[in-house]
């Protein structure tokens, strides 16, 4: 007892959520550079929270407070520069700094897991003069999106690649994509819709998802070009007016023939690399970490007020329906962190990407349910005071609800888990994805 009571208050915050990433997954360092983090972020975002969802806005601020800080180095490779937290290289530190920044506000944990990822995208795909000029943007402030979804859903099938640096999967059919770039002298031409495009009212890059068109006609492959503001042809739609998540900036992007040189064209070197790369199915785990955050701090929330504002704490009543409700953010914590894990494991070829795919799946798929669970029954424990735009219940039940439907849906979700699973032994390695 004695020996805990000399604990300094970084290692103090490291411990706070026991069974979360531990010392099997970290080293002390990144432990407590993440506790660093994590109070940072409760004392810089949780009070304006609010504001984001009320003025409908990006938290520019947030994120300029991030690149001052030089936290937007959480998601960068340390060869360029960064800390190595992020989902190419360090999924379990990922999923760590996402969660605690979502508790603190959930809107900028998700516009920065989208960052996030389009730097973990680029430095998995790019050629090292692209992953150098583009991370060294970010780093100082660039702010980026990626762009995946188009006006018809499609369900594209995937095939292993065993060749690959993580073996995971290869795209054999795409009919459905309708966003193209044609390849001309110098780079290509890019035309196309992109809906739902986190962080695009304010980006300075979008990272996008096209099929290359040959000059022949012929399909090259998923690439990637880097579209930049201010491009002609390229315009930003206003259309996010939604009932939650409202601050993150998410409208409709229309590309007008519109060029882009080849030196900004990510993975004209290896079309369809995506597919092969640990990102097709690791993307989940950050999403979730933005669920699990918002799941905190509305539990967090609820336990505060019926301890301390209501004095509610004696009742059997209500302690076992808390109880109930911590046991669930125990239980998406613990199946998050696994899933982040086995990422990692993946990474340095312990373990079979294709499992681990179905894995991050379920986890996100639990993470929703059981989120939902808490915002919903806070809002009913709190009674009149929880749906009292005052207090923070209602948004952050109306952010993670509006961001359960955006997909992959839970449905889908399961659907994949279980037509791998029930697949004839010799299909078992085909893989079924809805959407990019």
Not at 90 to 106: E, H, I, Y
Not at 162 to 167: E, L, T
Request: charged share 20%; net charge neutral.
């Amino acid at each position: 007892m004695g020996q805990l009571n000399k604990i300094g208050p970084a290692e103090a915050a490291a411990r706070r959520h026991p069974g979360e990433p531990g010392s099997q997954a970290l080293d002390e360092a990144t432990r407590r550079a993440l506790a660093d983090f994590a109070d940072f972020a409760k004392t810089s975002f949780t009070a304006t929270a609010a504001r984001w969802d009320r003025e409908n806005r990006f938290p520019s601020e947030n994120f300029a407070l991030l690149a001052e800080r030089g936290w937007l180095r959480i998601p960068i490779s340390s060869s360029q520069g960064g800390l190595g937290w992020g989902l190419h290289e360090n999924p379990v530190a990922w999923a760590a700094a996402v969660r605690a920044l979502s508790r603190a506000c959930g809107n900028t944990g998700q516009v920065f897991q989208i960052w996030g990822h389009c730097m973990s995208m680029l430095e998995e795909l790019g050629t090292p003069e692209q992953v150098e000029r583009f991370t060294r943007e970010a780093m100082q402030g660039a702010i980026w999106c990626s762009g995946g979804s188009e006006p018809a859903n499609y369900t594209q099938r995937r095939q292993v690649a065993s060749a690959a640096k993580v073996r995971a999967t290869a795209e054999t059919t795409a009919k459905a994509r309708t966003t193209f770039a044609h390849q001309v002298p110098g780079g290509v031409r890019v035309s196309g819709r992109k809906l739902f495009i986190s962080n695009s009212t304010v980006a300075d890059r979008f990272f996008i998802f096209a099929e290359l068109v040959r000059p022949d006609g012929s399909s090259g492959g998923l690439v990637h070009p880097v579209l930049r503001r201010g491009s002609p042809g390229l315009s930003v739609q206003p259309s996010w007016d939604a009932m939650g998540m409202r601050g993150t900036a998410s409208d409709d992007i229309v590309i007008e023939d519109v060029f882009v040189p080849e030196a900004d064209v990510v993975g004209l070197h290896q079309p369809n690399a995506y597919f092969t790369s640990i990102l097709a199915g690791s993307f989940l785990v950050g999403r979730a970490a933005v669920y699990l955050g918002i799941g905190d701090a509305a539990f967090e929330f609820l336990v505060e007020y019926v301890r301390d504002k209501v004095k509610a704490g004696e009742d059997p009543v209500m302690q076992y329906r808390v109880a109930q409700l911590h046991m669930r953010r125990q239980e998406a914590s613990a199946l998050l962190f696994r899933a982040a894990e086995a990422w990692q494991s993946a990474l340095a070829g312990l373990s079979d990407p294709d499992e681990c795919a179905s894995f991050a799946a379920m986890a996100h798929v639990s993470v929703i349910e059981k989120v939902l669970q808490i915002t919903s029954e806070a809002l009913e424990l709190c009674g009149g005071r929880g749906m009292l735009r005052s207090a923070p219940l209602e948004r952050m039940h109306r952010d993670v609800r509006a961001y359960s439907v955006s997909p992959p849906t839970t449905s889908s979700s399961l659907v994949n888990i279980g037509s791998r699973l029930l697949a004839p032994s010799l299909e078992r390695e085909e893989l079924v994805s809805e959407g990019v």
